[in-house]
């Protein structure tokens, strides 16, 4: 679908390799972790429920990525 494209931090590229590989993307370092605050934020104002979901899951832990590996 045209337009529906993640936008991209800049200077990211197609070759960046992200570490978690969640349904939902977990912050991966406190910069990620403030933009999706701000994003909590900004959702919390006027009460878009479905924004509010997806920044919170992005917040939650654990993420196996960024935290011990679990064995399955």
């Keep these: 679908m045209r337009g ?4 991209r931090p800049d200077g990211a590229d197609e070759s960046t390799e992200r570490p978690c590989t969640c349904v939902i993307a977990h912050v991966q ?3 990620e972790r403030v933009r999706v605050q701000a ?9 878009d429920a ?4 997806v920044a919170c899951m ?8 960024r935290d011990e590996p679990v064995t399955r």
């Excluded at 529906?4 to 936008?7: H, K, L, M, V």
């Excluded at 994003?39 to 009460?47: G, I, M, R």
Aim: charged residues 20%; negative net charge.
């Design 29 to 31: 370092n406190d910069e």
């Design 39 to 47: 994003a909590l934020d900004n959702a919390l104002k006027p009460n």
């Design 58 to 65: 992005q917040l939650m832990q654990p993420c196996p990525a």
């Design 4 to 7: 529906a494209e993640a936008d």
């Design 50 to 53: 479905q924004a509010v979901l």
